[in-house]
């Protein structure tokens, strides 16, 4: 097993921000071997964003997740980024900064450059789509002096949080806002910035999402709204309504239930169907060389 963190280098000042207590942080996991005992092929690579509402990074939602994608042959990287007090677009500069320290190190870890994917649960869903709708855009690339080498080729979205309207999870977008408490509104500036849904382009990439029917903390109507605006613009899509469980599933099994009701046989089929959905889109071929 393959295994190193890195410190991102994320020029905060130059986007206005500042720097004080941020932590961006990447954990890099790959076997070094395939069923041949060969460690020398490249695999498509998948930059994982828990969740925590913008409060706190959530640990179900990063190494265990990370581990099983890895089970896969894929490899994963685990983003813990700066959510504490840290306004919008702290984290998703990090996550930028993510996605390229993947595809500029493409050949030391062992990944296709074409083939890096972002993951995100509830806010970090956010923030997985936050990247995926706001990559071209200039406060996001000019700090960098980026292109395009921050781009994901596809995002997995997990009970996402996706807008900042009348059914999104009022705690994470206050987070972003940085508003005290259930005091305040957000401006209606930020809820538009906030909404990715209002943001999607013919540059956003394909992405495949999953949400529970009957999710009370970040309803179904996020994953939903997301998936009709990439339709509008006839970007592809997968996605999966289950019927029903808690919100903050993760694997939905016991290596990340925090009760027994994180525990769900139906939603734990969202790996496999995710895990294909990337192997179809990189063609199976690619996987084994």
């Given amino acids: 097993m393959f295994y190193e963190k890195v410190k991102l280098n994320v020029p905060y000042e130059k986007a206005g921000l500042p720097s004080d207590g941020c932590i961006a942080e990447l954990e890099c996991y790959r076997t070094d071997v395939n069923q041949d005992g060969i460690s020398e092929r490249r695999r498509p690579a998948i930059v994982v964003c828990p969740g925590g509402g913008y409060d706190f990074v959530s640990p179900r939602e990063a190494e265990p997740v990370a581990m099983r994608f890895v089970?896969?042959?894929?490899?994963?990287?685990?983003?813990?980024?700066?959510c504490v007090n840290k306004k919008f677009p702290t984290a998703l500069l990090e996550a930028a900064a993510a996605v390229a320290y993947v595809r500029n190190n493409a050949e030391m870890l062992k990944v296709l450059p074409d083939q890096i994917y972002i993951a995100g649960f509830s806010a970090g869903g956010h923030l997985a789509?936050?990247?995926?709708?706001?990559w071209n855009k200039d406060f996001v690339k000019e700090p960098f002096g980026f292109t395009d080498e921050h781009k994901p080729n596809g995002s997995i979205l997990c009970y996402p949080v996706i807008t900042a309207k009348y059914f999104t999870h009022g705690a994470t977008t206050r987070n972003l806002a940085q508003i005290q408490g259930k005091e305040g509104d957000l401006t209606d500036e930020q809820v538009k910035l906030f909404?990715?849904?209002?943001h999607i382009s013919a540059d956003t990439p394909p992405a495949f999402l999953w949400h529970t029917?009957?999710?009370?903390?970040?309803?179904s109507k996020n994953s939903l709204v997301y998936a009709a605006g990439l339709a509008d613009h006839g970007i592809p899509y997968?996605?999966?309504i289950f019927r029903s469980g808690h919100h903050g599933l993760s694997l939905s099994e016991a290596s990340t239930s925090a009760y027994s009701g994180h525990i769900n046989d139906d939603v734990a089929q969202w790996v496999p169907l995710a895990m294909r959905w990337i192997a179809n889109r990189c063609g199976f071929d690619r996987m084994f060389k």
């Fill in 213 to 219: 029917a009957d999710d009370n903390v970040v309803p």
């Fill in 71 to 82: 089970s896969y042959g894929y490899a994963a990287f685990c983003l813990t980024y700066s």
């Fill in 195 to 198: 909404s990715c849904e209002e």
């Fill in 238 to 240: 997968e996605m999966h």
């Fill in 129 to 134: 789509a936050s990247l995926s709708v706001h």
